[in-house]
């Protein structure tokens, strides 16, 4: 099979893991492989997945396929899904693939999490220190969209700067219909808040972006 990740790509890469990457960190990727709607979906989520694998050996993969136990353990019902050191407390997970424009968001993603630090303005992750609640934030992205992964490296910040009490899904509204037409996605990146709430479409300021977690 052809490389996702070309070679100059490749060495951009290694250069930044080592550079930035502090820990270890555990993607687990699940797929239906009796799903032929979205094999390539699949394919592409382990594939790249594998391929950042290689690139830094910190990076572990897990493929897990429908139907096995950790589908039930981690709450997974749609495939492909792929989450981000979960097992470390983060509620961090891309329901489709990331690719196109979200891959730089998943690579930024998985540095930040093994820094353990969120990225954001300390005032607004000393905001988030706060939160009494849980929050579920989703982010409705498209491929082509090059303003979608600012959103959702966004809201993985928050993920990450709230620890177990916000969970960011990244959700790519092509493979998943249902749920775009559930929330009326009609523009992206659309957030939506504790599976309903619309927050606000198109990239936030970090000011109230935050806020909008805090009010949900």
């Not at 082509?144 to 916000?166: D, E, H, R, T, W």
């Amino acid at each position: 099979m052809e490389r996702l990740i070309d070679e100059e790509s490749r060495k951009e890469l290694k250069e930044k893991f080592e550079k930035e990457m502090k820990r270890p960190v555990e993607i687990l990727v699940f797929i239906d492989p009796d799903d032929t709607e979205h094999k390539e979906y699949s394919d592409f989520s382990v594939q790249i997945s594998k391929e950042l694998a290689e690139i830094d050996d910190r990076i572990k993969v897990k493929v897990f396929k429908k139907g096995d136990p950790e589908c039930e353990k981690y709450d997974v019902s749609r495939f492909p899904s792929i989450l981000i050191d979960q097992d470390s407390g983060y509620k961090i997970r891309y329901t489709g693939a990331p690719a196109g424009q979200e891959g730089w968001g998943f690579v930024e993603t998985i540095v930040l999490v093994s820094r353990d630090e969120s990225g954001l303005l300390p005032v607004n992750a000393e905001k988030l220190k706060d939160l009494d609640k849980e929050v579920k934030v989703q982010v409705f992205v498209t491929p082509s969209c090059p303003y979608c992964p600012m959103a959702v490296v966004l809201a993985n910040k928050a993920a990450i700067a709230a620890k177990g009490k916000v969970m960011a899904e990244c959700v790519e509204a092509y493979e998943n219909p249902d749920l775009s037409d559930l929330y009326s996605v009609s523009a992206v990146p659309q957030q939506v808040h504790n599976d309903g709430t619309l927050t606000s479409v198109g990239v936030q300021p970090e000011d109230k972006f935050i806020d909008d977690i805090l009010k949900s």
